[in-house]
């Protein structure tokens, strides 16, 4: 029998979760709402994690709601409570500690973790994510003792964890086994962009080296990568996530490890389980693919599509994804769809002020952009990507610098 019943039962406390549960709650007064969320925190911004890390903010302002804020909205907030098995015939969810809560209908939005790393074992406590509030208070209570940290990966958070160091007044190093900083998306000069700024600042990067062997010496760690043997007190990684959906495995409703399939409603394809953020792996109406977006805007809007659809209020979830961080003094922004079948690419250059962008076309229309100090173009290339805008007439003209892309938008 279970423990409780719920009209809704979201999985994951994150911000898509804790969107939808607030947009159901405003939309519905007499539903019963529960939110089972696998931290023991009530919602914080992850997004702000770094900022906590580097000092530039204090911890209690990563922080969003308390469990009163849930309490009094008559949301019924569960705390570690790890979701490990769904039975959708019998319409229930079974947590790690055996507790059973029936649900109406049920969200998936249980979120990503850092991607196991290949090298990590039990004498390895060293390793270091930037995932969650726990990895963000662990970090900050072994910074003291760190001076030669080793981060791994070319991603968003990976140049972030070479910043949080810097603040700390300690130089990394970065190991990738790729050939430069987001190699699916840059070219060689973008990537040097990159490269030249962190070099400025004492930081080396080996790139197209993988880690070969990690072994203990005394305090430091024997880095074998690309015929190269490092040191190194502790890793960071910025290698990427996995989505937290072992619990639905067998269910029908994920496929190739990307998340939990949904439609451009947010509808899986079990009767009355939707999914959104990270762990959604949803239909996007504007590239016409599927896509898995992990970024905090993005969630917290499939969250409140998600219980308005939940509720009712069916409407698409139209939205291009874009991630963006100020990294050592350099502005750096992922928009829409980045790679992928038909795409080519477009380079823009302004070498004085390390200006960059590359745009990814498909069929005569922007699907993506990579800027580098060039966020001025960021609104109209989004704008232009949300409305299809066909630029066949003026895609000779791209990979000038010169030229305006905003006043592209005025022509009629």
């Given at each position: 029998?279970?423990?409780?019943?719920?009209?809704?039962?979201?999985?994951?406390?994150?911000?898509?979760?804790?969107?939808?549960?607030?947009?159901?709650?405003?939309?519905?007064?007499?539903?019963?709402?529960?939110?089972?969320?696998?931290?023991?925190?009530?919602?914080?911004?992850?997004?702000?994690?770094?900022?906590?890390?580097?000092?530039?903010?204090?911890?209690?302002?990563?922080?969003?709601?308390?469990?009163?804020?849930?309490?009094?909205?008559?949301?019924?907030?569960?705390?570690?409570?790890?979701?490990?098995?769904?039975?959708?015939?019998?319409?229930?969810?079974?947590?790690?500690?055996?507790?059973?809560?029936?649900?109406?209908?049920?969200?998936?939005?249980?979120?990503?973790?850092?991607?196991?790393?290949?090298?990590?074992?039990?004498?390895?406590?060293?390793?270091?994510?930037?995932?969650?509030?726990?990895?963000?208070?662990?970090?900050?209570?072994?910074?003291?003792?760190?001076?030669?940290?080793?981060?791994?990966?070319?991603?968003?958070?990976?140049?972030?964890?070479?910043e949080i160091f810097l603040r700390h007044g300690i130089v990394p190093r970065?190991?990738?086994?790729?050939?430069?900083?987001?190699?699916?998306?840059?070219?060689?000069?973008?990537?040097?962009?990159?490269?030249?700024?962190?070099?400025?600042?004492?930081?080396?990067?080996?790139?197209?080296?993988?880690?070969?062997?990690?072994?203990?010496?005394?305090?430091?760690?024997?880095?074998?990568?690309?015929?190269?043997?490092?040191?190194?007190?502790?890793?960071?990684?910025?290698?990427?996530?996995?989505?937290?959906?072992?619990?639905?495995?067998?269910?029908?409703?994920?496929?190739?490890?990307?998340?939990?399939?949904?439609?451009?409603?947010?509808?899986?394809?079990?009767?009355?389980?939707?999914?959104?953020?990270?762990?959604?792996?949803?239909?996007?109406?504007?590239?016409?693919?599927?896509?898995?977006?992990?970024?905090?805007?993005?969630?917290?809007?499939?969250?409140?599509?998600?219980?308005?659809?939940?509720?009712?209020?069916?409407?698409?979830?139209?939205?291009?994804?874009?991630?963006?961080?100020?990294?050592?003094?350099?502005?750096?922004?992922?928009?829409?769809?980045?790679?992928?079948?038909?795409?080519?690419?477009?380079?823009?250059?302004?070498?004085?002020?390390?200006?960059?962008?590359?745009?990814?076309?498909?069929?005569?229309?922007?699907?993506?952009?990579?800027?580098?100090?060039?966020?001025?173009?960021?609104?109209?290339?989004?704008?232009?990507?949300?409305?299809?805008?066909?630029?066949?007439?003026?895609?000779?003209?791209?990979?000038?610098?010169?030229?305006?892309?905003?006043?592209?938008?005025?022509?009629?």
């Open positions: 029998m279970a423990d409780r019943l719920y009209d809704y039962l979201i999985v994951g406390g994150g911000i898509a979760g804790v969107t939808a549960a607030e947009t159901i709650r405003a939309r519905d007064a007499k539903a019963s709402v529960a939110i089972l969320s696998a931290e023991a925190h009530p919602l914080y911004s992850r997004v702000l994690l770094p900022a906590y890390l580097k000092g530039t903010i204090a911890r209690e302002r990563v922080f969003l709601r308390t469990a009163d804020a849930y309490a009094s909205k008559k949301i019924d907030f569960y705390p570690g409570a790890r979701v490990v098995a769904v039975d959708l015939s019998r319409r229930e969810v079974t947590a790690a500690d055996g507790r059973v809560f029936d649900f109406g209908q049920l969200l998936v939005a249980a979120g990503g973790r850092v991607r196991p790393w290949t090298h990590q074992d039990a004498a390895m406590p060293d390793i270091y994510r930037l995932q969650t509030i726990d990895d963000a208070d662990r970090l900050i209570l072994a910074m003291s003792r760190i001076r030669e940290p080793l981060v791994v990966g070319a991603s968003f958070i990976a140049l972030e964890f070479v970065v190991v990738v086994d790729a050939p430069g900083f987001f190699s699916g998306f840059l070219d060689a000069a973008g990537s040097a962009i990159l490269e030249e700024n962190l070099r400025r600042r004492g930081v080396s990067c080996l790139f197209g080296s993988s880690i070969e062997a990690v072994r203990r010496r005394g305090a430091f760690y024997e880095v074998a990568a690309g015929g190269t043997v490092l040191r190194a007190d502790a890793f960071a990684l910025g290698i990427g996530i996995d989505r937290n959906t072992p619990f639905l495995e067998g269910l029908g409703i994920i496929q190739g490890g990307r998340g939990v399939e949904a439609d451009e409603y947010l509808r899986t394809g079990a009767s009355g389980v939707w999914a959104a953020g990270d762990a959604a792996d949803y239909y996007d109406v504007i590239s016409g693919t599927r896509r898995a977006a992990g970024n905090w805007t993005h969630a917290l809007l499939q969250g409140s599509r998600a219980g308005l659809n939940m509720t009712g209020a069916p409407e698409p979830f139209v939205h291009v994804p874009s991630y963006s961080i100020t990294n050592c003094g350099m502005q750096i922004a992922a928009i829409g769809t980045c790679a992928g079948e038909g795409i080519t690419a477009i380079t823009r250059t302004g070498a004085p002020a390390a200006e960059y962008e590359r745009l990814f076309v498909r069929d005569g229309v922007i699907m993506g952009a990579f800027l580098i100090n060039c966020l001025r173009d960021r609104p109209a290339l989004t704008d232009m990507i949300a409305h299809r805008m066909d630029i066949r007439r003026f895609m000779d003209r791209l990979g000038d610098m010169a030229f305006d892309i905003s006043a592209a938008l005025r022509v009629k």
